[in-house]
């Protein structure tokens, strides 16, 4: 049995857990590892929430440990290194996405498919090799063995490109295993959800042609206009979807692929998610192609309504209705950032933290900036309780 340390480990945190299958997510106190020689430590920006938080909150795959504090599109920056990191520095602006551990010896592991090791752990509701829950960004920091925080780059937003490092990737590694990367090959996007749009933005990205498949006519300027497909076709029309499937090489469902942490559950089930090193390149590919994600950022203080939604597009969903998909949490406004430098300094007291303050209002303000320029988001005005600014964000889709 794993002993429960969540309140006596080094660093202190602050995040929202929930405590029962109810899913309700209410402030929590707990730590945090000692920055160990291996370890990174990240000041969480941005996370955006999955829909497979959503179901691990509320117990539905039946493995939840709680307290659980779900998250694992984190986007944040470095506050600490360990003595053995040489390729992140205080300051850098990194993620975390699925997956924190693995064995990092075995066969799979050499491979950089870590996401497949026996050992892997993710982000939230995994226990950690010192056995302690892991807990995931819905909270001010993580501390992460250095192999899986991954490099963000410079061009990337951290709010809009939070997503990726869990839907980005869970449609980059299909497409990249079946060949989907030559141009002028037919790709089929099932369902234009969060992850249909990414799936569309990074499929043309590699020149492809891509069709995308709904029930919904509405869809079709969403889809031709916005995105750059080439065709869409109605799946009530089983005739011109047939014909527009035999010329597909491959189809991506959204729809089935929409609880991405669904195939762990029966191990030999298709591909889920991508290694360390593919989930890099990915970044990488979308940073260079400028692909992001749609988003509605929403504040920390309306978590609980966001999952609401998030249920009842689910439940619509099965009735082929429209939904909702990636959300990012953090944010940065100017009561944001007084709140972040307060809290970091505060940490810094506590902790021993080593990043100047003045360092870290540097970097919000970049953030800040950032943020300003990315004609996407348009952030609300809200009253802000703490840093955890959680802002909604949504891909209306529809099958
Ligand atoms: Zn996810
Ligand atoms: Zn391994």
Same mark, same amino acid.
């Given at each position: ?69 779900? %998250? &694992?599109?984190? *986007?944040?920056?470095?506050? @600490?290194? !360990?003595?053995? #990191? ?32 026996p050992k892997m752990k993710f982000t939230y ?70 992850? %249909? &749009?990414?799936? *569309?933005?990074?499929?043309? @990205?590699? !020149?492809?042609? #891509? ?103 689910d439940v619509k969903r099965l009735g082929k ?15 944001a950032v007084a709140a972040a430098e307060k ?57």
């Amino acid at each position: 049995m794993a002993k429960k340390r969540e309140n006596e480990q080094a660093q202190k945190a602050f995040g929202w857990a929930s405590r029962d299958p109810s899913g309700i997510l209410s402030p929590f106190h707990f730590s945090r590892r000692e920055n160990g020689d291996d370890d990174v430590t990240v000041k969480t920006l941005y996370c955006g929430v999955c829909h497979s938080d959503l179901h691990t909150l509320k117990n539905e795959w039946g493995f939840t440990k709680y307290p659980i504090i779900p %998250g &694992h599109e984190i *986007v944040g920056f470095v506050t @600490a290194v !360990g003595s053995s #990191v040489h390729k992140f520095k205080v300051g850098d602006r990194v993620g975390v996405g699925v997956i924190v551990g693995s064995c990092q010896t075995c066969d799979i592991c050499e491979q950089s498919l870590e996401n497949y090791c026996p050992k892997m752990k993710f982000t939230y509701n995994s226990t950690d090799h010192d056995g302690t829950n892991t807990y995931g960004g819905y909270s001010d920091m993580i501390v992460v063995h250095q192999h899986f925080v991954l490099q963000f780059p410079e061009n990337l937003p951290s709010d809009a490109g939070a997503p990726l490092l869990c839907a980005g990737i869970t449609v980059y590694s299909p497409m990249k295993y079946y060949g989907m990367t030559e141009p002028g090959k037919h790709l089929g996007v099932a369902g234009l959800s969060g992850l %249909g &749009h990414i799936a *569309v933005k990074i499929g043309k @990205a590699f !020149g492809l042609k #891509v069709t995308v498949i709904s029930t919904s006519p509405k869809k079709e300027d969403e889809a031709i206009k916005k995105l750059g497909a080439d065709t869409f076709v109605l799946s009530s029309d089983p005739a011109k979807l047939k014909a527009a499937a035999n010329t597909m090489d491959y189809i991506i469902d959204t729809i089935a692929v929409v609880h991405p942490l669904a195939p762990f559950l029966s191990w030999m089930v298709g591909s889920c998610i991508g290694g360390m090193k593919e989930t890099q390149e990915m970044l990488d590919f979308c940073a260079k192609h400028n692909i992001t994600a749609d988003i509605e950022l929403i504040s920390v203080d309306n978590i609980n309504m966001v999952m609401e939604r998030l249920a009842k597009s689910d439940v619509k969903r099965l009735g082929k209705e429209a939904t909702l998909e990636c959300i990012t949490y953090g944010g940065i406004d100017d009561q944001a950032v007084a709140a972040a430098e307060k809290l970091t300094s505060t940490e810094d007291e506590e902790n021993n933290i080593a990043m100047e303050s003045s360092k870290v209002a540097e970097k919000l303000d970049q953030e800040k900036k950032r943020k300003n320029q990315n004609s996407i988001l348009k952030p609300k005005k809200k009253k802000y309780r703490s840093i955890h600014n959680l802002y909604l964000e949504t891909n209306p889709i529809n099958l």
